[in-house]
C-alpha cells in the first residue's frame, strides 16, 4: 500500500502528511549515508517515519494555524478531529500506534513508531538498535516550517515548554534538560556511523526525496 492511499483513507491534514514526509526524508538520507547499513533496514525506519504522527490531529488547537486549514475549511477538520477522539480517544500517540495496528504494518515498524518521541529520548540512545535510533533522530530534526538543527528544534521546544506549563520552578524542566541531553547525544552516536555530516541536511535536501519516498510500498502483515 502506498503512504498516499493511507493518508487519504485516514483524512490526514496536508500540514501532517508535509511534517511526516519531510521526517521520512531526513531518515532516508541518513540511511543513504549510514556506514554500516547491515545494521538498518532503510524501507521500515522510512515507513515508521510516515506514521509516526498519524493521530496528532487529535492534540491540535485548529484555531491557531487556520492557513494550514485550508481549502478545506476548520468546520471539516473539526469533524476529522470529534472522529478521531471518538473512535481512538484522547492521547495522539495510542491513536497512531492503533492505526498502525489496523493498518497492519510489520511489528517491527510498529515497534519503531512506539519509540519516536521526546519521552524515549534516553531509552533510544541507550539500545543498540540503529532503527529506532534514526527514526526518533529524524523527527527531531523537522521543525513546522521545515528542516532545522536540533539545536533550534530544541530551543523552541523548551521556550515552548517554559511559555505553557512553568510559571514557577518545576522539577519537570530538569527532565526536560537531561532528555535533551540524551538526544545531543544520540546525534553523535548516528553521524560518527555518516558519511554526511549533520548540517548537510537541509530542507532542499529532504524535499528532493519526497517523490522517491512516495513510491515506497509499504510492508504489511496479513
Sequence with gaps: MYIQEIYNKYKIMPSLQLHMFRVAGVASVICENFKQ??????????????????????????SLFPQFLEPEGYDYWKRVHDEFINKYGSDEHMATYEIAKEIRVSKAVQQMIELVGFSNSEKNYNSTNFNYKIA???????????????????????ERFFKNKMRTYNPKLDKFDELSGFIFKLEEQIFEKSRIKLFNI???L?????????????????
Excluded at 532503510?42 to 487529535?58: E, F, K, T, Y
Excluded at 523527527?139 to 523548551?158: H, I, Q, T, Y
Excluded at 529532504?206 to 496479513?222: H, P
Design 37 to 62: 547499513p547491515e545494521l538498518i533496514n532503510q524501507d521500515d525506519i522510512v515507513s515508521a517515519c510516515l506514521l509516526h504522527d498519524m493521530g496528532n490531529i487529535i492534540k491540535f488547537d485548529l
Design 136 to 158: 526518533a533522530y529524524a523527527d527531531f530534526r523537522v521543525a513546522p516550517l521545515g528542516v532545522d538543527s536540533l539545536e533550534n528544534r530544541l530551543k523552541d521546544g523548551r
Design 202 to 204: 537541509t530542507e532542499r
Design 206 to 222: 529532504v524535499t528532493d526525496k519526497f517523490d522517491e519516498i512516495k513510491k515506497l510500498q509499504l510492508s504489511l502483515e496479513f
